[in-house]
């Protein structure tokens, strides 16, 4: 049996109340990263081999509203199709964005 949930908890309970604000974030952040762990690992899609996200998929995983990602697409690592309107999200780009945002 695992001990982690436990331990988390433990965790979240030692945050002091004023940097809880701080907390928030990075907790939807590391929602993100395991939700994008939990898809699995990267499956071949698109044309260089990358899973690509739909903007309101990329909103869910970092719990904000899809205009959020797209005023923040270039932070994300957008990349544009071919019609010139749509955009997809790389989930390598993604997961270095969440990276560098934890670190």
Do not use: C
Request: positive net charge; without cysteine; hydrophobic residues 45%.
């Amino acid at each position: 049996m695992s001990t982690w949930p436990a331990e988390l908890k433990a965790l979240i309970e030692r945050i002091p109340d004023a940097e809880m604000e701080e907390a928030v974030g990075e907790l939807a952040r590391a929602q993100a990263i395991v939700a994008l762990r939990a898809r699995g690992p990267i499956a071949p899609a698109g044309d260089n081999g990358l899973r690509h996200f739909k903007a309101e998929e990329v909103a869910e995983l970092l719990g904000v509203d899809v205009t959020w990602v797209y005023r923040n697409k270039k932070k994300l690592g957008a990349v544009s199709l071919a019609d010139g309107g749509a955009v997809r999200f790389p989930e390598a780009k993604l997961r270095r964005f969440l990276e560098r945002r934890r670190a």
